[in-house]
């Protein structure tokens, strides 16, 4: 297929020389890059009402950045009315700050081939974020540790369509709070080669990032380039924190990417209807963003959305829902208005198992996310149980659905091998094509076939057990995980590494809150 | 909710009188009226030079109408050149004929309430169509009785979100094949008052439908009105039998609709790209279109498209596809071009059992079908192991899903209360919007919401048996079967129709073949 580059595991060193001698043929997609338009729900004149409502939201009701002065310094100094820690901003300001961001952004790999381009047509796919548990077959639901966060690297590194490796794959609870950051970022450097994610949990988190990117990248390289994208959320409704906004200034200060991201159960922390909700989401993001390119015009930032809906009879969040789809296709169409990369989606679902549930609510969210034009879709794959749990099948069975995006995404070819006319004169009524020169020529590369799915007569797969997905997936995980081989790392830059996580555990005391 | 027009098992008879003592409120939802915009993938230059390939195809290799000299003297008639059994349209004139068949029509059912409209912008949803088996948690996989065939239709009728009842709902394969037209169509006609299919096996059974369809409604208002869709298959490619054609004059004839329909498996029956398939399809549609046309102009027609991939490992069709979206996108485009009501679509998928393969399978089926401008789908709930299979659990729970679709299609609003420009005022920064105002107000309608899906804490989740959407749905199947109350008809007509029934029987031999 031509979107995929096969490479194969490289070496440099003793384990790397083992693992030229075994080396397994891995291929990984190419981030995808459309050829099919996006989904436009909202007309021209809902696009007005909203970007109108969001200016007067960010001038009259205003944003608070809490606990930071230098933010509410910042602001009026470029001539927002700052009231306490309330900022309002004049009717055109931030939108016109937000025009320093580029449309698009590389974000680099320390294999370059895994580079990615962030914006335009294109899309980006990078696994669960943020699980305290996790849940697989045989164990059942438990809290997750760093031997699983390690796991889940290991799996998105082994996913042919996954094209980042993301960042809190799972919570390792097993780590002091101030320092799994070091053991998470140093399992993204040595486990994996695609781009990853950085530390928001604290401005000094993200600057540890920081200094482990310039370990692995060269400081010079990573002065010049993106090497990290982050992930920093706001407190909906109209709310900058401390420690998010001071992640953000860090990245920013170093030009490293960072996703401005609303996070918002629909009812909740905005209001309940879609047009309302896409008015604070884009006041919000308008808002983020500027204040990024206060820091410094030209950093690379993305339009985030995460937005869900709500359960009015039970509270609890819901996914996969048709309101989540509006929001989604709207913001969207918001983000492309405001030149901006776009972050939404994923594979979400409110299921407490792989179920059918589950992959109904995740597939609704996947398709829509592909149609609403995302560049950047975070929780791609492993999300279970409304983000509570990272499930080790549901991340095998997700990443599989990801190559229908691929193929879908790809269009229609309408050249002569395309119109097929050939195919239909050489077959005529009432013949079949399975053996036409047409169908020789091109069946290896014309229908996406899982890599996961039944797909045999149904007295073989009853002979066999009669398995269902969750089944099927449970033994590719193993499969994947026993195949899994380490990219090589040259030794100076893997002790350097070693070296940095070691001195800082040393240097602070545990904390487990 | 707006769409749902809430009803009353209502009496008349002493049956009717104990529904009405016990009578249990049923919603049905109204048919679907996108508010959205539909997802164009090919553009006009793609879709001209399909168009012109179309009738490159009619014109130069012809279509075959076997076994039919009455149809190829009319072919003759209008202006085709007829060589054998191949009819040779020339350029435009298929095209031609189908002018006179209408954008739009209406479907009765017996209940005016449930009469459905089928084009335009609306979406009929109708269950599974064929399968020769059903599988159920508890009972497994067996050969389909009538008893099943009752079961599902009473389903159907229990459904909130589906419109219309069907057809061969699974295959009664305990009733010889000569007569189980009759029990089906006895079956709809009494146990539901949803529209129906009629029997499409042989032109007898077709003219049986018609008579008992006159029985049910009343001869003048059977002459006058359409109150049967009925499904003809095209034997891709490019082949029009006497069975499916016999069929198809009995409904043209009497002024009942029909869906002509391309049978394919891309690859097998049509070339194995996308482009070709689209091309054989439209020249296929537009013969048997025409067809209709030339038996009666005016007679109510759907420009139907059953198109799935193939496994090319296995051999095995394949659902839920990036290339069956693609050819049902572009296909729902020439339709509209064509001024056709369009059918696709399905709650396809290859799975064995009703897990997550099927759930994401039918959940990229759904979504696309939607977007894709589908006026009937057919084998909108139920549809299991690529079609050989009709499952009382995913029957309840595709069901379910197709809330969403009814969601997702009424659009964003953007009135006043939609823009919710008081609740952001109300709350403002730091706040939450469960108890304000514009929430209160709202809230009972702002989400869509499954009536099987679980929304519940997990350790309630837990306590309650951890169960799965697959034994969710096995009790939902039991509540609605428990639940479930005939709906009223006049004693006279149904005597006539148990009379007619008994009649056709004793007047045949048993066949099973």
Redesign the interface.
């Known amino acids: 297929m031509n979107e995929v580059t096969a490479r194969r595991a490289r070496g440099g060193g003793g384990s790397a020389r083992r693992a030229e001698r075994t080396a397994v043929r891995m291929d990984t997609a190419k981030f995808i890059t459309r050829n099919?338009?996006n989904?436009?729900?909202?007309n021209e004149?809902?696009l007005q009402?909203?970007e109108w409502?969001a200016e007067?939201?960010l001038e009259?009701?205003?944003?608070?950045f809490l606990e930071n002065p230098a933010a509410l310094q910042r602001w009026r100094d470029a001539g927002a009315d700052v009231r306490g820690e309330?900022v309002h901003i004049p009717r055109g300001l931030a939108r016109k700050l937000c025009a320093t961001a580029p449309s698009s952004f590389t974000q680099h790999a320390r294999n370059a081939e895994r580079n990615v381009e962030i914006g335009g047509k294109n899309l980006v796919l990078a696994p669960v974020y943020g699980p305290p548990f996790v849940r697989d077959r045989e164990g059942g639901?438990r809290y997750a540790t760093m031997q699983d966060f390690r796991n889940f690297v290991k799996l998105g590194y082994m996913s042919k369509w996954l094209h980042h490796s993301g960042g809190t794959v799972c919570e390792p609870t097993d780590v002091p709070v101030n320092k799994r950051h070091l053991d998470m970022l140093h399992a993204h450097m040595t486990l994996s080669d695609k781009p990853f994610m950085g530390s928001v949990t604290e401005p000094s988190r993200a600057e540890d990032s920081v200094e482990m990117a310039k370990l692995l990248f060269g400081a010079d390289f990573v002065d010049r380039n993106t090497v990290m994208t982050s992930l920093v959320n706001i407190?909906s409704?109209?709310?900058f924190d401390a420690t998010m906004m001071g992640a953000l200034e860090v990245y920013a200060a170093a030009n490293q990417a960072a996703i401005v991201s609303p996070f918002i159960v629909?009812?909740?922390?905005?209001?309940?209807?879609?047009?309302?909700?896409l008015?604070?989401v884009l006041a919000e993001v308008l808002a983020g963003v500027a204040y990024s390119q206060l820091i410094r015009p030209g950093a690379p930032v993305i339009f985030g959305a995460f937005v869900t809906?709500?359960?009015?009879?039970?509270?609890?969040p819901?996914f996969?829902?048709?309101?989540a789809?509006?929001i989604t296709y709207?913001a969207g169409q918001l983000a492309r208005r405001l030149g901006l990369p776009y972050r939404s989606g994923g594979a979400f679902c409110?299921?407490?198992?792989?179920?059918?549930?589950?992959?109904?609510?995740?597939?609704?969210s996947l398709?829509?996310a592909l149609?609403s034009g995302v560049n950047f879709m975070l929780h791609a794959c492993g999300w279970l149980?409304g983000g509570?749990v990272s499930s080790y099948e549901k991340f095998v069975?997700d990443a599989d659905?990801l190559g229908?995006?691929h193929?879908?995404a790809?269009?229609?070819?309408?050249d002569e091998?395309?119109?097929?006319?050939d195919?239909?004169?050489e077959?005529?009524?009432?013949?079949?094509?399975?053996g036409c020169a047409?169908?020789q020529a091109?069946?290896?590369s014309?229908?996406?076939?899982?890599d996961?799915?039944?797909?045999?007569?149904?007295e073989t797969?009853?002979e066999e057990g009669?398995r269902?997905?969750?089944t099927l997936?449970t033994a590719r995980v193993k499969k994947l995980l026993g195949d899994y081989q380490q990219p090589a790392l040259d030794e100076g830059v893997a002790e350097a590494l070693a070296d940095y996580v070691a001195r800082k555990k040393e240097s602070m005391p545990d904390a487990f809150i």
Chains 1, 2 share one sequence.
Do not use: C
């Open positions: 099919i338009p989904f436009e729900i909202l004149e809902a009402i909203i409502n007067t939201v009259e009701i205003g944003v608070n309330r639901r407190n409704p109209l709310t629909g009812g909740a922390m905005a209001p309940v209807t879609v047009a309302g909700t008015t604070q809906s709500i359960d009015m009879n039970s509270g609890a819901t996969g829902t048709p309101e789809s509006h709207g409110g299921s407490k198992l792989p179920d059918a549930q589950a992959a109904y609510e995740t597939a609704n398709n829509m149609l149980e509570l069975m659905q229908t995006l193929h879908l790809q269009g229609v070819a309408v091998n395309g119109q097929g006319m195919a239909i004169r077959v005529g009524p009432g013949g079949h094509y399975l047409h169908t091109n069946f290896k014309a229908f996406w076939r899982s996961l799915f039944d797909y045999k007569p149904f797969w009853e009669a269902d997905t969750e997936a």
